[in-house]
């Protein structure tokens, strides 16, 4: 979605209207000094499950949708699961609360702050801009999920459990722009940078000719919805993971295990499990982006694409920070 540095500033709230309307459970936690979300409660039931059963039937019907439903594959760089029902307006205190100890258990307990601050960051000053949640199914169902999303966000998880599974076998989104719009080379107060350093550092480790096939000379994937974590089984760019070393193989599994540690230990345990168990390596395809995709042009590369009949991560520096992730675990 198009933004523009103005927007960060028409319609914006005061900071005490941004706390007012959002709740302490959102705002506060994201800024210095803020109330940090209460323990986590040591209650039979996982954390979804305690939101869930505090739901009224009302908005029950407004925010459980079919098991089966369209929008459980959906994803993109800002939706909401449900436009209509944000987390400011249609929650009491408690339920607030509840969800924020639900996206804070998707994290590393290291990266908690940065994500809250994240999320804060993108509400680009308006309340409107309040992330959404949600469920697919009923408890009766083995993968009932919890979802949340909102502006450069997207997380899931089996309700059943407080135990990571895998992102529940669907995609994930995470992303932000830290200073502005349009993101300088070093990609300053990004929390998700660190990963395209992890990435350039796997590249080093390329051979020459390695290096030129990995840089491909077309766009990267298109950011609508319906293609952006479509999985290709033919046609696939860069460089095949099948014609790396055994060596090199396995300093790619590392670096990706590396770069997904802002999220919580289970899932990333849980899909590097997958990727091996389902030997999705042999199946992988690396492709690096130039132009005005390497910011700076440096050869320190913004965007590039890991992906598979299986599996898309796709990351893009440009001109700030995008990344879709989807595995079947």
Request: aromatic share 12%; net charge positive; proline share 4%.
């Amino acid at each position: 979605m198009n933004h523009s540095i103005q927007s960060l500033h028409e319609d914006s709230l005061s900071r005490r209207d941004v706390l007012r309307g959002i709740g302490a459970t959102i705002a506060l936690a994201a800024v210095p000094g803020g109330l940090k979300a209460k323990s986590v409660s040591s209650g039979k039931d996982s954390l979804p499950m305690q939101f869930y059963k505090s739901l009224t039937e009302t908005q029950r019907a407004a925010v459980c949708l079919p098991i089966d439903s369209p929008k459980r594959d959906f994803v993109s760089n800002w939706w909401y699961v449900h436009s209509q029902q944000k987390l400011h307006e249609f929650y009491t205190d408690d339920q607030r609360e509840l969800v924020q100890q639900i996206f804070d258990s998707f994290h590393h307990e290291k990266h908690q702050e940065k994500m809250r601050k994240q999320v804060q960051k993108d509400l680009m000053g308006k309340v409107k801009n309040t992330p959404s949640v949600g469920f697919f199914g009923t408890p009766k169902d083995d993968d009932f999920e919890f979802i949340y999303t909102g502006h450069h966000v997207t997380r899931r998880c089996n309700a059943h459990t407080d135990k990571g599974l895998g992102f529940d076998g669907r995609p994930i989104f995470y992303g932000n722009f830290a200073k502005g719009f349009h993101e300088g080379k070093d990609h300053v107060g990004n929390p998700f940078w660190y990963q395209g350093l992890i990435f350039n550092e796997f590249l080093q480790t390329l051979s020459g000719k390695q290096r030129e096939t990995i840089l491909v000379g077309r766009q990267p994937r298109s950011e609508k919805p319906a293609e952006v974590i479509k999985k290709r089984k033919t046609d696939l760019p860069g460089l095949h993971c099948a014609d790396l070393s055994k060596d090199q193989q396995v300093k790619l599994l590392k670096s990706m295990r590396r770069m997904l540690v802002f999220l919580r230990p289970d899932d990333v345990s849980a899909t590097i499990k997958a990727i091996r168990k389902n030997r999705l390596m042999d199946k992988l395809w690396i492709s690096c982006y130039g132009g005005k995709f390497d910011i700076g042009d440096d050869g320190v590369f913004d965007t590039w694409q890991i992906e598979g009949p299986d599996m898309v991560w796709y990351f893009r520096g440009f001109p700030h920070i995008h990344s879709y992730f989807h595995v079947a675990v």
